[in-house]
């Protein structure tokens, strides 16, 4: 008999603590909460009250708290229960369903019941152990147990049932039934894990596996494997050639491993099913396999043969030995030096389990002594090329050729070199595996033969006026089998309507032949506008005698030892010049006087031959220039001058003449250029003389001589004192004392100077015949506005001490004081040559240069920034300073010197504004071109003078010079030191004149409106 089962006093009304007591002990015992099936929480089990579950399994990890402490042990109450009252008589509890961990529980019903203890225990060493207790409503006879609550293949279990009746003031307890012993089951085993390819063969495979991590219960003892073989799937057809069997393989091992064989090549995929079984099977686990594929047969009947040279502008599949296979159209590999071998063979006759996917062709070349070859010529061995070419690029012979090979062999087009012997030989592929290669066929020797033509047109370019070409193209380093020897430039002379020539052989007017090695040293530095393939090479020649005024293509061809290939296409057209005209001719000057005792210079001349495309002429331009300007003219100059005599209809030997007034004695020179209606001037006729003061009438003779500036004009004498007098206001650090001395001109001296008489040039001191204007002309750094100002004015010595500015371009000349009969005579103030002046704050002299990008240079180097003579940098200085638009420059040819960067002749410099407008020159003359100009500044170590700058303190305009003007706002008393201070007074200027846009009108760097700019002294 069992004890009663007991419940707290202190909840008689529906009370859900749960409980159980075993006869044998008192002790607390451990115990947990029932864990649900999906989530590791304890939670209450389906509509029952409570559930309290208690695990031998458990019993070891949990730690009881106290609470199920109290609740572990349910003590006979001594009060408020009657026991064992109503008693179910007999062993009515009948337990069913039973699995591995849980059963269902059934009892007789008992009427009034007002719920049922469920009590499961456990005989351990022959007393029972409670494991589960539960409460069922009174109204049911059923009760399932909950997964987990029992455990697996253990035993033996019993379960009893005990009713509870509500009376009025206390609860009853029946006494209770308890159910025949009953053991639990075990599960079927987990799926095996890690099934994998342990061996794979062309007629088999192995595979392996691990053992489940759950047996179930019970131990595995065997493996159920079932073997699917690939005709029982959907599989591609080219690889489920295996025969069909009715029903799968099944075996049953003890090991985790099992082999297969018997299957064909390449088939699959094969299904593999594995399961762990004891008395139950488990899941099955599944593996499918490919077979490996095996070699597949080489091909059969193999035969190569050389094509007729039309065949290389066939369309079709052709294979390059060196680049693979290629697919070209109806024009074919035409521009490539290669010749066609046509190659035939008949398939496998076994595949290997794969089907064919590609063929490997070996072609084999044998050794040439006059191969051009590197390789070759380095081991006079064979060189083996192999490309590999896709199956379904092959062609299918329907055909028998003379009945070798039969119908249904493979065709292949094979493009080889020339002048070499090939043996072929071919592999099969199936993707996986290759075949043996098949026997190699005999010899095939391609002959050697005349280079192709150059696979594009060359490109030509104008050189000398147009009247020469600079071709350059990209050929081949060898052409036919054989080293290119040299090419043949065809030169074309086409009419204005010539189209270009497509197919038909061009109409040469004649040919010039240029070496290899002399093609490939005139491109050295070339940059072409095709891609250089492997054995290409960058050539150019040049091409001179040109006629005038005509159209011109050229073409060309590569020779080798045999002969001359084709020609290639056309360049573009070249149109050359008009020639220019002949010089004038006879040219002669006199000076008399005319009726108004002006003193006349008469130039006359003839016109000259007429060259051949050189026109008509036009007019002729005279330029009478004193001697002593050099070979700088400035345009603006009061003492050039230039006419422009016109010449309609004139005939050769045909005299002309032109007259101008001189105002003052002296050396002058006259030059005379001939020009057509094309805009084409021909070179100088120079005539050069000297007027004598006798010459003029006496009132013209008290014109005084010009000053001129001594042998050293400027000397620093140190910083200006802070009261010296300046003539603006520069943004600089302090002004220098300099000393400026000059001299007027005593042709007495210079004649004893020049007989050796004296070796020392005096330099005057006192007082001179007249006396001096001293003129500065000055442009601010990075402004293009020529300021101008007077030093000083009527100066009767012939020195002056005066404050100038650092880091300034200046440009000082000496002026005549003006005197009346002077002032009547005079085109032109007489004055001095400009003395350019820049020196920085510590008063060293600073140089500037100017420089123009050089084109087209006589030395044959590539276009560059060439500075221009020294003799005329001080003349195109000052005319910069002086406010000159352009100057025009004549650079000699000097006898016996090497070219240079400048070829000889007459150029025109235009001045930009250092802002917008970018300096330019110009070339005139026949061969005229144009191009950029600039001017930079050297110190007296040929080193850039200008001023290293840091990005931080750099003026936000100009990006060049120091940030040394701040922008000021007094709405809040700051500023933004932000510009230079030349583009400071560009803010200043643009302010005053008003109207300017909103840029101009407020701070760069707040955008806010200004009140003033402000020079900040750090």
Not at 20 to 39: D, E, H, Y
Not at 768 to 791: A, H, N, T
Request: proline fraction near 8%; glycine fraction near 8%; charge should be negative.
């Amino acid at each position: 008999p069992h004890e009663p089962m007991g419940q707290q006093a202190s909840a008689p009304d529906d009370s859900r603590v749960l409980g159980s007591q075993s006869s044998s002990s008192s002790s607390p015992r451990k115990g947990a909460w029932c864990k649900g099936g999906s989530a590791d929480a304890y939670e209450p089990n389906r509509a029952v009250d409570s559930i309290f579950i208690s695990h031998s399994a458990l019993k070891d990890g949990l730690q009881s708290t106290k609470a199920e402490t109290t609740t572990a042990t349910r003590e006979l109450p001594t009060s408020g229960f009657r026991c064992g009252l109503g008693l179910m008589q007999g062993r009515d509890v009948e337990v069913s369903a039973i699995t591995s961990t849980a059963a269902t529980v059934t009892w007789a019903p008992k009427e009034g019941a007002h719920k049922f203890h469920v009590n499961v225990s456990r005989a351990q060493g022959g007393q029972p152990e409670e494991v589960a207790f539960f409460e069922a409503p009174g109204e049911g006879s059923i009760f399932t147990l909950p997964e987990g609550t029992l455990e697996k293949k253990s035993g033996p279990y019993q379960v009893e049932v005990v009713a509870e009746f509500r009376r009025e003031d206390r609860s009853e307890l029946s006494r209770g039934s308890i159910s025949e012993k009953f053991y639990t089951t075990s599960d079927p085993p987990g799926a095996v894990v890690n099934l994998q390819l342990s061996k794979l063969k062309e007629d088999g495979f192995s595979v392996e596996w691990e053992a489940p991590a759950e047996n179930g219960g019970d131990p595995v003892n065997a493996y159920e494997v079932q073997f699917f073989e690939a005709s029982k799937y959907e599989v591609p057809t080219e690889r489920s050639k295996v025969r069909e069997l009715a029903e799968p393989h099944a075996v049953t091992c003890r090991e985790p491993k099992q082999s297969f064989s018997g299957l064909r090549p390449g088939s699959g995929p094969h299904r593999v099913e594995v399961r762990a079984k004891h008395h139950l099977l488990g899941p099955a686990t599944v593996l499918e396999v490919f077979t490996a594929c095996a070699k597949p047969f080489a091909p059969t009947q193999l035969r190569a043969r050389l094509m007729p040279g039309w065949a290389r502008s066939a369309s079709g599949t052709l294979c390059n030995m060196m680049t693979g296979w290629e697919q070209h159209g109806a024009d074919g590999p035409s521009d490539a030096d290669v010749d066609v071998v046509k190659l035939e063979f008949r398939p496998p006759t076994a595949d290997g389990g794969q089907s064919i996917k590609s063929y490997i062709i070996h072609a084999e070349e044998e050794a040439n002594e006059d191969a051009s070859s590197a390789e070759g010529a380095k081991e006079r061995g064979s060189v083996l090329h192999s490309a590999e070419i896709p199956a379904s690029a092959m062609v299918d012979s329907t055909s028998a050729d003379d009945g070798v090979p039969p119908t249904g062999a493979c065709i292949c087009h094979i493009t080889v070199e020339p002048n070499r012997a090939y043996a072929f030989s071919v592999e099969a592929s199936n993707g996986e595996k290759r075949s043996d290669p098949t026997e190699p066929t005999s010899a095939v020797f391609v002959p050697a033969r005349v280079p192709r033509a150059p696979r594009a047109a060359p490109e030509a370019l104008e050189v000398d006026g147009g009247l020469a070409a600079e071709l350059r193209w990209v050929g081949p380093v060898s052409g036919g089998g054989l080293p290119l020897e040299s090419f043949k430039v065809g030169v074309l002379l086409r009419s204005a309507g010539t189209p270009g020539y497509a197919s038909a052989e061009p109409e040469i007017q004649h040919e010039v032949s240029v070496p290899v090695a002399v093609a490939a040293a005139k491109a050295k530095d070339w940059k072409p506008r095709v891609a250089v393939h492997a054995g290409e090479a960058l050539y150019g020649a040049r091409v001179d005698g040109l006629r005038p005024d005509a159209r011109y293509c050229f073409v060309l061809a590569a020779s080798n030892s045999i002969g001359t290939g084709r020609w290639s296409l056309p360049s573009i057209s070249l149109s050359t010049p008009a020639a220019a005209p002949s010089a004038p001719v006879n040219a002669v000057a006199t000076v008399g006087l005319d009726m108004k005792q002006q003193v006349v210079v008469t130039v006359t001349w003839e016109c000259g031959q007429m060259s051949a495309g050189s026109g008509s002429i036009a007019a002729f331009d005279v330029l009478l220039v004193p001697a002593d300007m050099g070979q700088v003219r400035p345009s603006a100059e009061q003492r050039v001058v230039r006419e422009r005599v016109a010449a309609q209809s004139v005939r050769v030997g045909q005299r002309l003449s032109w007259a101008k007034p001189l105002t003052k004695p002296g050396s002058y020179i006259v030059e005379v250029v001939a020009e057509n209606l094309s805009g084409q001037r021909s070179s100088a006729t120079v005539l050069s003389f000297d007027v004598m003061e006798e010459a003029f009438p006496l009132a013209l003779s008290l014109t005084p001589p010009a000053p001129r500036w001594s042998e050293e004009p400027a000397l620093v004498l140190g910083p200006a004192a802070p009261d010296a007098p300046r003539f603006a206001d520069f943004d600089c650090q302090g002004w220098l004392q300099t000393l400026l001395l000059w001299r007027q001109e005593d042709k007495e001296a210079e004649a004893a100077a020049r007989q050796g008489r004296s070796g020392v040039t005096r330099m005057s001191s006192g007082s001179v015949p007249s006396s001096i204007d001293v003129i500065c002309y000055f442009r601010r750094p990075g402004s293009g506005q020529v300021f101008r100002c007077m030093l000083a004015e009527d100066v009767s010595a012939s020195r002056l001490q005066v404050a100038l500015p650092p880091q300034v371009p200046l440009s000082i000349r000496l002026v005549v004081h003006g005197v009346d009969v002077i002032a009547a005579t005079q085109a032109a103030p007489v004055q001095s040559e400009p003395l350019v002046l820049l020196m920085s704050e510590d008063g060293e002299r600073l140089q500037p240069f100017w420089e123009i990008w050089s084109r087209h240079a006589p030395d044959g180097q590539p276009p560059r920034w060439t500075s221009l003579p020294e003799e005329v940098q001080h003349c195109i200085e000052g005319a910069w300073l002086e406010g000159h638009p352009k100057v025009n420059l004549q650079l000699p040819e000097v006898p016996g010197e090497p070219p240079g960067a400048l070829s000889p002749g007459l150029y025109e410099l235009t001045f930009g504004d250092e802002r917008q407008t970018q300096s330019m020159v110009r070339k005139l003359g026949p061969a005229g071109w144009t191009a950029k100009a600039r001017r930079t500044v050297l110190d007296n170590d040929g080193e850039d003078a200008a001023e290293a700058v840091s990005a931080e303190d750099q003026c936000v305009i100009c990006m060049e010079r120091r940030r040394t003007h701040a922008f000021m706002h007094n709405d809040t008393g700051d500023g933004h030191l932000a510009v230079c201070g030349d583009c400071a007074e560009a803010f200043r200027a643009e302010v005053a004149a008003g109207g300017g846009s909103r840029a101009v009108r407020t701070c760069p760097m707040c955008r806010r409106f200004f009140t003033s700019i402000h020079r900040i002294y750090q």
